[in-house]
């Protein structure tokens, strides 16, 4: 590849104005470096690290050969250096992001997903029932971890990175990556239930004989947190299935396997029987087997949402996108007047509304006690927030055409349009520059972070790609 200050036009009027390609690619190679050098653990991360990027931090706890799969992590840091490689064509961000997937291979469960973290110290390790422990004839689980989770985008963004470097032609016949990938693919197709959604979490097959329902209320429910298993509820939250319809869908865009495309249909006929009826036609955050809302955690109650509801028309926006199907659009009219008219009086939405009453649900602080009053709520948690710049957004999206809508997914097509992207970015991509300290290090309070890193590797490469396509 030609040097991309070459490929740059350093003659236009505004060229002055953006930041130097070679300067980008200069920093994006020195973050990637130290962290390829100083924090991988195996090829992966965790989400954070102390200064000296000696002991790795996750969700629920530290440790010096942790790696984190739940975003941020080996998964989204992965998938940045792959961005990293693919505006730049260096081999050193495509080498980073292989480890990061090679890391995943190491931990991926027998049932073909990942758990929130790996510690590869030795005493820790033995804690997990892997893939290559099952492939080798270590068939007994016992009381090892064996639960694949779709929670917060874990086996999801894990699974997205081995697709996306899978395609990468340096990768092709990289068997023990397609055959990571494909045991992940076909253990996720097999957990879809037959009403098309997936539970939180799963170690098999789903059930073929599991009811397809349409969702309803029940007769009753508990206002005391009944303590219940729930991680075999079709789950909403944290955008498990969204995320999940994400993948597939890139998987279908490069493999054009039908099976892909199969199950995005059948997640959208489950969207379609989770709308609940009136006078609350949205969405729950979780069901049981019979269809009805159910608790969670001790702060998560029957009840629909006001934010995973948006999630699901959203999802249900993009099949059609996708597919032309109208079925998935029939579900948007009677929700979006639900969101009309349950807003707060301060204009925000509740995050939980009671079953039929439509009543918004709060929590005292420290006691959880169930009420309708938000004057002493628990503050780890957003049981309220403002909903409906986003609702107005998706009703935005919802008067364009499907062919415009599929035109911008295509993404910019001429030089004029990729110069005008790389102008857009250019603010990002300098806040990214300035905040790089000598070492390499994204910091965040004091700390390496994880988060920070993605963010501001993915807006270097972002502007770098559109700069480096504008030259063409």
């Known amino acids: 590849m030609r040097p991309l200050a070459f490929l740059f036009f350093v003659s236009s009027a505004f060229a002055a104005d953006l930041p130097d390609p070679a300067a980008v690619t200069a920093a994006m190679k020195k973050a990637v470096t130290y962290a390829h050098t100083h924090l991988a653990r195996e090829g992966g991360y965790a989400s954070s690290y102390d200064k000296e990027g000696k002991i790795g931090e996750v969700e629920h706890g ?65 804690h997990f029932h892997l893939l290559s422990q099952w492939e080798a004839g270590d068939k007994d689980t016992g009381k ?18 081995m697709l996306e470097i899978s395609h990468e032609a340096a990768f092709k016949n990289d068997e023990p990556l397609q055959k990571a990938k494909k045991s992940t693919f076909d253990a996720l197709l097999a957990a879809q239930a037959p009403c098309g959604a997936w539970p939180q979490q799963f170690d098999g097959p789903a059930e073929a004989s599991a009811p397809v329902l349409k969702a309803g209320y029940p007769e009753t429910w508990s206002r005391t947190f009944p303590k219940e298993n729930y991680t075999s509820y079709y789950t909403l939250n944290d955008g498990n299935l969204s995320e999940i319809a994400k993948v597939l869908t890139r998987a279908y865009e490069l493999e054009k396997d039908e099976r892909y495309l199969a199950s995005l249909k059948k997640l959208g006929d489950f969207f379609i029987l989770a709308q609940m009826p009136e006078p609350q036609p949205v969405w729950a955050m979780q069901y049981n087997r019979d269809m009805h809302p159910a608790w969670a955690r001790k702060f998560e109650p029957p009840s629909v949402t006001a934010f995973e509801s948006l999630e699901a028309m959203e999802t249900l926006h993009d099949l059609w996108v996708l597919t032309g199907e109208d079925k998935y659009m029939a579900p948007m009219k009677a929700a979006l007047a639900w969101y009309e008219r349950s807003k707060l009086p301060d204009g925000t939405h509740a995050r939980f509304y009671e079953l039929k009453t439509n009543k918004p649900l709060f929590f005292v602080k420290d006691s959880y006690e169930l009420t309708y009053d938000d004057g002493n709520l628990p503050t780890h948690y957003s049981f ?10 998706f009703k935005e999206r919802l008067a364009q055409s499907r062919e415009k809508l599929q035109a911008k997914l295509a993404g910019p097509q001429s030089p004029k349009e990729w110069m005008s992207k790389a102008k857009g970015a250019a603010d990002k991509a300098r806040r990214a520059l300035e905040a790089l300290d000598s070492e390499g290090r994204w910091l965040k309070d004091d700390r390496i972070d994880g988060s920070e890193f993605t963010r501001n590797l993915n807006a270097l490469a972002y502007y770098l790609d559109a700069a480096r396509q504008a030259a063409k």
Do not use: H
């Not at 309220?384 to 957004?393: G, I, P």
């Open 144 to 161: 090892r971890r064996n639960l694949s989770t779709l929670d917060d985008n874990k086996t999801q963004s894990a699974l997205l990175l």
């Open 62 to 126: 530290e440790s010096p050969t942790i790696i984190s799969i739940q975003p941020p992590g080996t998964t989204t840091m992965g998938l940045a250096m792959l961005r990293a490689y693919r505006a730049t064509g260096d081999e050193l961000f495509l080498k980073a992001a292989r480890d990061a997937a090679g890391a995943l291979m190491k931990c991926q469960l027998a049932s073909g997903g990942w758990y929130s973290d790996y510690d590869f110290a030795p005493e820790k390790a033995g």
């Open 384 to 393: 309220k927030d403002e909903r409906q710049d986003d609702v107005d957004d």
